[in-house]
């Protein structure tokens, strides 16, 4: 059974930092790539970071210079650490691992809500 555990999300000031986790199970983790997801109220899910298997990473414009994420394969476990957080980061993040169109291979996690407001 696939599963993705997410955490590490909060209540956050802006300018504030937060680092996130997210476990897999029951998925090929180490030779494929995973990547972090995110939805505000109201708008669609987008990719906002993606760690391939050599740990080459992408990140979405939005968030380029502020956010990296990294991964460890011993334990089935990718991380996003953001810094300089803005009131628009605020959303439920989720990671996955990346399928056609953008979207998530697999069943959603239930993600950890991020919120940054002073």
């Known amino acids: 059974q696939v599963q993705f555990v997410e955490s590490g999300g909060g209540l956050v000031q802006p300018g504030g930092s937060l680092r996130l986790s997210c476990v897999a199970s029951?998925?090929?983790?180490?030779?494929?790539?995973m990547a972090w997801y995110r939805q505000s109220p109201g708008k669609q899910r987008e990719l906002v970071a993606r760690v391939s298997s050599d740990s080459t990473s992408n990140y979405a414009d939005s968030v380029k210079g502020r956010f990296t994420i990294s991964r460890d394969n011993a334990a089935n476990t990718v991380y996003l650490q953001m810094h300089n957080l803005k009131p628009e980061d605020t959303a439920v993040y989720y990671c996955?691992?990346?399928?056609?169109?953008?979207?998530?291979?697999?069943?959603w996690g239930r993600g950890t809500l991020v919120t940054v407001s002073s």
């Open positions: 996955n691992q990346p399928g056609t169109g953008g979207n998530g291979r697999f069943n």
């Open positions: 029951g998925i090929r983790f180490r030779g494929y790539a």
